[in-house]
C-alpha cells in the first residue's frame, strides 16, 4: 500500500469517525439546562428560609416557550393539600403521612411564598396552584437562547412528613430536600409539572451554586462539595488547617456541577468522618452520636468503600469526588451526590439502605431517568444493583430472590397493575411498590436470562456511558441492550412493563421410543419466552437444551462452559407447543427442567421438573 491510499484511508477512517461514530453527544436529543445561584438564610428560631434564587435556563428545544413552571414543594404540607387528600383516600396510607397533614398547625405547615419574580430583569405575572408556579413571560425563551429568573421567596420549613421537613423522629433538626423553587423539566414530551402527590421526581440537569447562612452551631452537609472549608471547619477542612470562622453566623459554600437537584441538612449534633474510596469519591458520614448510632455507622463506613468499588466496577465509574450519607429525613431517599437515611438501625438495615440510596446515584443520580414516569427504572435498577452488591459484600446467594418473591405475591393477590403509569396513580401503595422495586429488579434480571450474562453487563455498562446525565427513557434502555446483544427485545419490553401477562412454561409430556426421547413443553401463559430445558442424565452428566425465542431474531452466548449447549429452532411466539427430541432414551434420564436458573419469572415452576428417577412409566402415572 502507498503512502498516498493510506492517507487517503486514514482520511477516509477519520471523515467515517465524525460522520457514524455512534455515540457523540449531538446524537441525543437535546435537553434544557439551568444554572441555579441561591442565597438563603435559615432561621433556627422560626424555621424560615428567606433567600434569592437567580436562574438562567438555556431553553435548548426547537420550541418557543411563553410559560415556564416551578414546583414548590413544600406548599403539600398543608391541609387540604393533594398530597393530604390522596393519602387520607388511599387504601393503604403511607404510616409516615397517614392523616398527619390535616392535623399540622399554622406554624407546622410547609409553604414557599414568591415575594418578586422577575425576568430579565422585568416583573412577569405568575400563579400558584398547589404546588406548581405556572409563570407567563413577559418575553417568549425562543428556541435555542437563554433567559435569567430573578426570585426572592420565603419558606416554612415543616414538621418532618415525608422526606423533607424539620425535627425528625431521630432529631435532626433539618432535612432540607425539594426546598427551594425548582424550575420544572421540559423535554421532548413536553412540560412534567406534576403537583406533589407522593411521588417522584424529574429536573432539569445543571449547576448550582448554594450560600446557606444559619446559626453558627449547625452542621450543615449535602450535594456538592463545600467551596470555604477553611472557615467553616466541622471536618470538612484539610487536616493541620486552622479554621478561621468569622463571628456570628456562617455562611456554607456549596458548589455542584452537572446535577440534576440539590439536598442539605442542618443540625448542631452531628459528628463528621471521611473516607477515601480507592480511584472513587471521598466518602463523608454525618450521624449524630449515641447508643444507637455510632458503632452500625463506624462499622458500616468500609462497606460503603466496597460498594462503591463493586458499583465503579461492575455499573460504571461514579463521575463526581464527593458523596455524603447523613442521617436524616424519614427512611431512605437519594439526592445527587449524598443521601439522607434514618440512621437507629441495626447494622444489616444500616447497610443496606445504605446500599439501596447509594446506588441511586448510578440509576438516578447519574442516569436521572424520569422516576415519575419510570419508576421502575429508578428503584427497580437501584434494588437490582444494590442486591448484587450487598450479595459481593456478604456473600450471599439468590440476592434477588426476595424479588421475585414480592413480583410473585402481586400477581398473585389481584392489585398488580401495569408498570407503564405514572407512579402517583397506581390505586395501592403496595401495587406500586411491588411493580417499582420488584417488577424492575425482575425486570433485570430476567433479562439477563434472555440474552445471557456477557452481554447483560456489558449492557448495563455501555447503558450507562451513555446515557449519563440525558435523562433515558424505556426505549433509550433496551436500545442499548439490543444494540450489546444483537437481539431484539421490543417485545419483552413491551410484555413486562405495559401488561400484566404472566410467564408460565411447563413439561406437556414425555415419550420415549428405542433411541430418544420426545419432549413437548407447553406455554401456560400468555407471556413468551426463549426456554432453557436442562437434562441430567443418570450418569450425572447434565446438557442444556436452549430453544430460542423467534422474536428476539437472535440467540444468548453459551452461559456456562461446564455444560454442553444444543441450541434448537426458534420457537414461533404463536404456537402453544414445542416438541424436542433427545437423543438418550427415558431410562438414561433422571430428569428434565425448564430454566434451573431461576430467573424466568415462571409463575408456577412445579410443572417446569419432571423427575424420571422412577422410570417414565412413574412419570405419567404421577401425572394422571
Ligand atoms: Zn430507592
Excluded at 452500625?296 to 465509574?317: C, E, L, T
Aim: net charge neutral; glycine share 6%.
Amino acid at each position: 500500500m502507498t503512502a498516498k491510499t493510506m492517507a487517503k484511508l486514514n482520511l477516509l477512517w477519520l471523515l467515517g469517525l465524525l460522520f457514524f461514530s455512534p455515540a457523540t453527544a449531538q446524537d441525543f436529543r437535546w435537553q434544557q439546562r439551568v444554572e441555579y445561584l441561591m442565597d438563603v438564610h435559615l432561621d433556627v428560631k422560626t424555621h424560615r428560609v428567606k433567600g434569592t434564587q437567580k436562574l438562567t435556563y438555556y431553553n435548548n428545544s426547537k420550541d418557543t416557550l411563553r410559560k415556564v413552571f416551578y414546583h414548590l414543594y413544600f406548599n403539600a404540607f398543608q391541609p387540604g393539600s393533594m398530597m393530604d387528600v390522596r393519602s387520607r383516600t388511599i387504601v393503604d396510607p403511607d404510616p409516615r403521612v397517614s392523616d398527619r397533614i390535616s392535623k399540622l398547625k399554622e406554624d407546622e405547615i410547609g409553604y414557599q411564598h414568591i415575594e418578586s419574580l422577575k425576568q430579565d430583569g422585568k416583573d412577569i405575572s405568575y400563579s400558584i396552584d398547589g404546588t406548581l408556579l405556572e409563570v407567563t413571560l413577559a418575553k417568549p425563551i425562543l428556541p435555542n437562547s437563554k433567559t435569567v429568573f430573578d426570585m426572592k421567596f420565603e419558606s416554612q420549613v415543616p414538621l418532618q412528613i415525608r422526606r423533607s421537613g424539620r425535627n425528625s423522629k431521630e432529631g435532626i433538626a433539618y432535612s432540607m430536600t425539594q426546598w427551594y423553587p425548582k424550575i420544572a423539566e421540559y423535554d421532548y414530551m413536553g412540560w412534567h409539572a406534576y403537583q406533589y402527590v407522593a411521588r417522584e421526581f424529574h429536573s432539569v440537569w445543571g449547576d448550582f451554586e448554594v450560600k446557606i447562612t444559619t446559626d453558627p452551631t449547625y452542621v450543615v452537609a449535602g450535594t456538592g462539595k463545600l467551596q470555604n472549608a477553611d472557615k467553616i471547619g466541622y471536618g470538612y477542612e484539610k487536616p493541620g488547617t486552622k479554621v478561621q470562622r468569622t463571628e456570628g453566623e456562617l455562611m456554607w459554600h456549596f458548589s455542584a456541577k452537572n446535577v440534576i437537584d440539590f439536598a442539605w441538612v442542618a443540625d448542631a449534633d452531628y459528628a463528621h468522618d471521611q473516607l477515601q474510596v480507592p480511584e472513587g469519591p471521598t466518602l463523608h458520614f454525618f450521624y449524630q452520636p449515641g447508643d444507637k448510632t455510632t458503632e452500625n455507622w463506624k462499622k458500616m463506613q468500609s462497606k460503603a468503600v466496597v460498594h462503591f468499588q463493586f458499583m465503579n466496577k461492575v455499573f460504571g465509574q461514579y463521575p463526581y469526588d464527593t458523596y455524603s450519607i447523613i442521617q436524616g429525613g424519614d427512611g431512605g431517599m437519594e439526592y445527587p451526590m449524598c443521601t439522607l437515611i434514618t440512621g437507629e438501625r441495626s447494622f444489616g438495615s444500616l447497610v443496606g439502605v445504605m446500599a439501596h440510596e447509594a446506588a441511586h446515584s448510578w440509576y438516578q443520580g447519574v442516569l436521572a431517568s424520569n422516576e415519575a414516569l419510570y419508576p421502575w427504572m429508578d428503584e427497580g435498577f437501584t434494588d437490582f444493583a444494590s442486591n448484587e452488591s450487598m450479595s459481593n459484600m456478604f456473600d450471599e446467594k439468590n440476592p434477588h430472590q426476595g424479588s421475585y418473591g414480592g413480583y410473585f405475591a402481586l400477581a398473585r393477590n389481584g392489585l398488580q397493575e401495569p408498570a407503564s403509569q405514572h407512579a402517583d396513580h397506581y390505586n395501592t401503595n403496595r401495587a406500586y411498590g411491588a411493580v417499582a422495586y420488584n417488577m424492575g429488579t425482575v425486570f433485570l434480571h430476567q433479562l439477563k436470562y434472555i440474552i445471557g450474562q456477557d452481554m447483560f453487563y456489558k449492557g448495563m455498562r455501555s447503558y450507562f456511558s451513555l446515557w449519563k446525565f440525558k435523562h433515558p427513557s424505556p426505549n433509550d434502555f433496551i436500545r442499548v441492550m439490543e444494540k450489546t446483544s444483537g437481539m431484539d427485545l421490543k417485545w419483552y419490553l413491551s410484555y413486562w412493563i405495559n401488561t400484566t401477562k404472566r410467564i408460565d412454561y411447563g413439561v406437556k409430556n414425555v415419550l420415549s421410543n428405542d433411541s430418544a426421547t420426545f419432549v413437548t413443553l407447553e406455554r401456560f401463559g400468555e407471556f413468551p419466552m426463549p426456554v432453557d430445558l436442562v437434562v441430567t442424565l443418570k450418569n450425572g452428566t447434565r446438557e442444556l437444551y436452549y430453544i430460542p425465542l423467534n422474536e428476539t431474531l437472535g440467540s444468548k452466548n453459551v452461559e456456562d462452559q461446564s455444560i454442553q449447549r444444543f441450541d434448537m429452532e426458534a420457537w414461533p411466539w404463536v404456537n402453544p407447543t414445542y416438541t424436542i427430541k433427545i437423543s438418550h432414551i427415558a431410562g438414561e434420564i433422571t430428569a428434565l427442567e425448564i430454566d434451573p436458573s431461576q430467573r424466568m419469572a415462571d409463575i408456577e415452576r412445579r410443572n417446569n421438573v419432571v423427575d424420571l428417577s422412577q422410570g417414565l412409566k412413574a412419570y405419567h402415572s404421577q401425572t394422571k
